[in-house]
């Protein structure tokens, strides 16, 4: 039995997975993804999260068909640990009978990240990140495709937040992430973003989608690393901090795109500051299990 924290649900595996598929399912379609007959290329990393996207996209295209996938795979020229996972990436793809294409940063960029980052090991995520964006980009338009989806799960979703604060990075936090127009020309979808990755692990393992995989060397030099551990150790404490966090940079976004809130007005009772009729203190203080607060 697993416990979702968050709901304070236990579920067996069938729940689970059937839960799993199920908001995969909800989140293509709040998305509206991809329409019927469209040539998505999967990004396959050969790890956890894109080995079940793909697993649940097959599914998903052998039931209702119309998707025409195709795995991509890049390898960032990472020594120790993308030998294996290419590997596993080619064995997945066969497995569903998806064709694969891989490209290499040494093709595509003149250079594995293991050189590029030379020195400068502590930006090796970022570097990566920008350059496998371009990377998939290429690769997809080449292969013809009409979107990409990605293996973003919920907790990549609230560390992207909590390192946009971190920065400071006023412009990324104030976008809206599921806007069409921010996703570029080449649309990017992720099925997986509402699903936590101990989830999305799970799902793995009961459907015996993967064994156990070497890790990327450089995953703990970044601030990503820092965020990670942070939001666990919040998650643990108080289930459902992954997605509030989430849910919250949304509405700080729609909020921006509707103009700046109005200014606080006064408290009809107490004439404090108050975004609404009463403040939070009268309006707590309504229920009469208190004592009245002194009016003016
Ligand atoms: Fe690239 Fe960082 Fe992921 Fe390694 S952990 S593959 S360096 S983004
Ligand atoms: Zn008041």
């Not at 729940?15 to 199920?22: F, K, S, T």
């Not at 040539?39 to 119309?66: C, F, M, P, W």
């Not at 890049?74 to 064709?99: H, K, M, N, Q, S």
């Not at 973003?152 to 390192?163: F, G, I, R, Y």
Request: a neutral charge; proline letters at 5%.
């Amino acid at each position: 039995m697993y416990l979702q924290r968050a709901t304070g649900r236990h579920l067996c595996a069938g729940h689970l997975a059937e839960e799993v598929e199920g908001r995969v399912r909800e989140t293509m379609a709040a998305d509206g993804m991809p329409p019927g007959g469209s040539r998505v290329a999967v990004a396959l990393s050969g790890g956890k999260d894109s080995t079940v996207l793909l697993s649940l996209l097959h599914g998903i295209t052998q039931e209702s068909g119309g998707l025409d996938l195709v795995a991509i795979t890049v390898d960032e020229g990472i020594a120790g640990y993308r030998e294996e996972t290419l590997r596993a990436a080619t064995a997945t793809a066969a497995r569903f009978g998806v064709p694969h294409r891989t490209g290499s940063f040494a093709d595509l960029f003149g250079g594995t990240l293991d050189r590029v980052v030379e020195g400068q090991e502590h930006r090796a995520c970022s570097l990566c990140g920008i350059l496998r964006r371009k990377a998939l980009t290429i690769l997809a338009r080449d292969e013809g495709a009409d979107c990409i989806a990605t293996g973003h799960n919920l907790d990549d979703e609230a560390q992207s937040v909590l390192m946009n604060w971190l920065r400071g990075d006023r412009d990324r936090l104030l976008r809206d992430p599921l806007q069409p127009g921010q996703r570029g020309f080449l649309p990017r979808f992720k099925p997986l973003r509402e699903i936590p990755e101990k989830e999305v692990a799970l799902y793995g393992v009961i459907a015996s989608l993967f064994s156990p995989m070497p890790e990327c060397p450089y995953r703990h030099t970044a601030l990503r690393g820092e965020a990670r551990a942070m939001l666990n150790a919040m998650e643990q404490r108080f289930p459902g901090t992954l997605e509030r966090v989430v849910q919250g940079q949304r509405t700080l976004a729609r909020g921006a795109a509707g103009g700046i809130p109005a200014p606080l007005g006064a408290c009809a009772r107490c004439g404090d500051p108050a975004s609404d009729h009463l403040c939070q203190a009268c309006r707590l203080l309504e229920g009469g299990s208190f004592r009245p607060v002194r009016h003016r």
